[in-house]
């Protein structure tokens, strides 16, 4: 076992063991507060909340709360590993949660694989939160629960490892493009996994002007093609058409972009080779990416290059996009995490990459400089200007697009953001 997991287990077991605590927020020193907190003072706020359903936003924790649910059928890169096994990642998620947006998470590990008793689950226990983040949820499934449950519930509900793997992504893209010359309405694109991420990918690019006939999604048998009968669903044969392609290498060749969120490796020095001027590159398999950094640096100078890993340049990490969405979905009381709210993210995001970056961001990361280019054309993950960047863009869509039941000030919302971070 490497280090870093041994050193991990010791984490995680340093009492007290895991990695969150509840704390109250209000005083409990006296017999007064005592009876402000619990029996009899607080039989008012339930007379409150019971006559008008929003005060539950004023009296109780409801507006900052979220629950991250998984049933752990795809836990990271691990696979089906069981609910119970998904909780320190849920643990984790959450503790992003607070450290980088201030909200406060339960994380709720659910017993089962029937994607029914999962939705009836999360709607039964829905009016606690301010929102769902679904997580780990394997495809097709994780499809059909976000599906069902956006249509019961009045609150935001997110897959994460859709939405938030296709706002990274885009934002990079978007920057990518601008490095190569290139645009969404031109460039070939083959998407390669086509389950969760894939292709939420796929949906994200055609919300940014890609045609959905110039993406190509190929999956572990080879390109999605129409007529193909083998292994589609309803949410893959949406992105099948006439093509002689049948291979990952047949779909490369003349193309402009290769996204991968598949398995390492499987994209050959000669397959990028194939690929047009200025290939884009994002092989965003963890651990290993399909092609190495270096390797594909070797093979073509011209490569514009992401990956998932923190050790090399251009890292799609969902850190860029979930706590500052859902603040700005919060603090709106949004009815949903629509389309708008999610472009307004990607537009947020690739936006910060094109700003001079402050020196607490280089210090973070010990750089001597850093400035927008192929090597940098994702934010880092610890700016603390994607706060004040990415949640009033999303707070601003909310409001525009009529998921908001609440507006806020854009002109003091950022400082207002600040604030709450610096206590």
């Known amino acids: 076992m490497s280090d870093i997991y041994q050193e991990s287990l010791a984490y995680h077991r340093q009492q007290p063991a895991g990695k969150l605590q509840i704390m109250p927020t209000k005083p409990m020193e006296s017999q ?37 649910v998984s049933n752990g059928t795809a836990i990271l890169g691990l696979g089906n590993r069981g609910a119970l096994a998904s909780k320190p ?74 939405h938030g793997t296709a706002v990274v992504a885009g934002a990079g893209l978007l920057n990518a493009f601008r490095v190569a010359g290139k645009s969404f309405a031109e460039a070939s694109i083959v998407i390669n996994g086509a389950g969760a991420a894939g292709i939420a ?3 994200m690019l055609i919300s940014l002007g890609s045609p959905r006939n110039q993406i190509t999604l190929c999956d572990s048998k080879g390109v999605i093609y129409e007529g193909r009968q083998e292994g589609v ?94 603040r ?7 009815s949903s995490i629509n389309d708008a709210m999610k472009v307004a993210a990607v537009h947020a995001i690739a936006d910060l990459a094109r700003e001079d970056v402050p020196q607490e961001v280089l210090d973070a990361y010990k750089l001597p400089e850093l400035s927008f280019g192929s090597d ?16 009033p863009a999303v707070a601003k869509a ?13 002109s003091t919302y950022p400082q207002l953001l600040r604030q709450r971070m610096n206590g």
């Open 89 to 162: 990642v849920m643990e984790g998620k959450a503790v992003l949660f607070k450290k980088f947006a201030d909200i406060d998470v339960f994380d709720i590990e659910v017993d089962t694989q029937d994607p029914e008793k999962m939705i009836e689950c999360i709607e039964l226990m829905a009016p606690t939160f301010g929102g769902i983040n679904l997580e780990d949820i394997k495809a097709p499934e994780c499809f059909l629960i976000e599906r069902e449950l956006k249509k019961r519930l009045s609150i935001p509900v997110f897959h994460d490892d859709q």
């Open 376 to 391: 940098y054309i994702i934010p880092k993950p610890l700016d603390p200007r994607l706060l004040t960047t990415v949640s």
């Open 328 to 334: 700005g979905a919060l603090d709106t009381r949004a």
């Open 201 to 203: 990918i796929a949906e």
């Open 233 to 326: 669903n309803e949410f893959k044969s949406a992105f099948a058409h006439k093509t002689n392609a049948r291979s990952l290498a047949d779909a490369l060749r003349g193309a402009d972009v290769f996204i991968g969120v598949s398995q390492a490796n499987i994209l050959t020095p000669e397959m990028l080779l194939g690929m047009n001027e200025k290939p884009i590159v994002f092989a965003m398999a963890n651990p290993e990416p399909e092609i190495g950094y270096e390797l594909a640096q070797k093979t073509r100078s011209d490569v514009i290059m992401a990956t998932g890993r923190s050790d090399f340049p251009n890292q799609v990490n969902n850190l860029l996009c979930f706590p500052f969405l859902f």
């Open 398 to 410: 909310s409001m525009e697009s009529g998921a908001a039941r609440v507006q806020v000030d854009l």
């Open 32 to 68: 007064h507060d005592l009876a402000l907190a619990y029996s009899p003072g607080v039989a008012q706020p339930v007379r409150e909340i019971a006559e008008n359903a929003d005060a539950a936003y004023e009296y109780t924790a409801k507006g900052n709360l979220l629950a991250i």
